[in-house]
């Protein structure tokens, strides 16, 4: 599925392209914390294995901004690999314990580069790709991305490095990649979950923000238009319904705190688009409808 919208950027044309690649299904104790939320991140990772029932599909998004300045890209989707036992050689016992827990369905017609291709986005002139995160469902199709610098963390790579995210899977001596904790200017109000801030154009319409909680390194990327400020919000929340702070929220951010902080914080903010919503295409179009309005 795929979702185009046009708005503008300082009076300049530019479009947001939703593009979803396939679904990703969870255990419930993984969709919603079967536990209460002081509860250690070991015995919450122990309740969704040993729980038989699963939610129903969440859509994996990807999204690409046609920027005045460029064409970027936030997280890089799922591809059939995670389902192929040869592309797990390095890592076999890895590949068994993550399908324990996690079904990611998707075609190679469903990836990002092959939607993209469709739709007559050359991704070699992507100039950044956002990493919201490094796990599996949001990195696959970074290689395609060959000029294009990879935006994470440093705090995402300890991460993955300790709990074996398995980078090996979308990274190479080749993958530009730089950090928004490293090169990104500190807020002024740090209450907000909000931390290092890099401008990914040069009239800052465009920021990629550190917002640990979901992961150490989690980032969010905003983009301001001329009708409304659109932000791109990873697991934060699965959807937009529950980026409340009393809403049920996933059973493993490994910072409940912090994710509780951001959720207040993006709480009746801009239009959010989370990575997971079913409900992101009718929100754009609600945007869309503002535009061709004026
Ligand atoms: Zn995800």
Redesign the pocket.
Known sequence: MTKRVPFTINNSPARVTLIQTGT?TIKRCHHSCCLPERAPMTARFAAILADRRWADPMP?WTFVIEHPEGIFIVDAGATPAFNDEASWERDPRAGRLLRSFLRIEVQEHETLPAQMDALGIPTEEVSALVLT?Q?I??TASVPAFKNADIWTTAAEDNAAAHTGSNPWRWRSAETRIRHIDAEGIEPTDPKSGLKATVNLVGDASLRAIHTPGHTPGSASVVLATDQAEIWFT??TS?TADTMNPTADTAGIHTDMSAVRRLHNHFAGIGVLLP??DWDNPSRLAGLAETVSGR
Do not use: A, L, T, Y
Request: charged share 20%; aromatic share 10%; hydrophobic share 25%.
């Open positions: 990703i994996i995160h796990h469902d949001h990873g697991d699965f990575s997971h």
